[in-house]
């Protein structure tokens, strides 16, 4: 079955850049049909969509966060992966990855596929 695990550092100071990273096994991420995302969800708030990389390699994000974000992808290493500059305490929030046939949702039955999640916290 496929599986998404979220990995990086757990404490960003403000002003910096976060960077996670998704490693997706039991299944490829470029394939057909699959668009793989990142969503988070601030503490006390609901699930927020970030940004999706999709099988060529574009990418869509949120109209809020676009000026701040980058996804990537290591096609030989099945990742892909979270960069988001500038940050603010505002930015603290559990960051999920996720994979499916859609995109863009802030739903959890949007996606198919789910990591862990992980903790981010922004503080100095």
């Known amino acids: 079955q496929v599986q998404l695990q979220e990995s990086g550092p757990d404490l960003v100071k403000p002003s910096q850049t976060l960077s996670l990273t998704c490693t997706v096994s039991?299944?490829?991420?470029?394939?057909?049909?699959?668009?793989w995302s990142w969503i988070r969800q601030p503490p006390g708030k609901g699930l927020e969509w970030v940004g999706t990389i999709h099988r060529f390699g574009t990418s869509d994000y949120r109209p809020s966060l676009r000026r701040r974000t980058s996804i990537s992808r290591d096609t030989s290493k099945n990742q892909f992966t979270l960069q988001l500059s500038s940050v603010t305490p505002e930015d603290t929030a559990v960051y999920y990855c996720?994979?499916?046939?859609?995109?863009?949702?802030?739903?959890?039955?949007?996606?198919?596929?789910w990591g862990r999640g992980t903790q981010v916290t922004v503080s100095s």
């Open positions: 996720a994979g499916g046939r859609t995109y863009g949702g802030n739903s959890r039955t949007d996606y198919d596929y």
């Open positions: 039991g299944g490829s991420i470029t394939t057909s049909g699959y668009h």
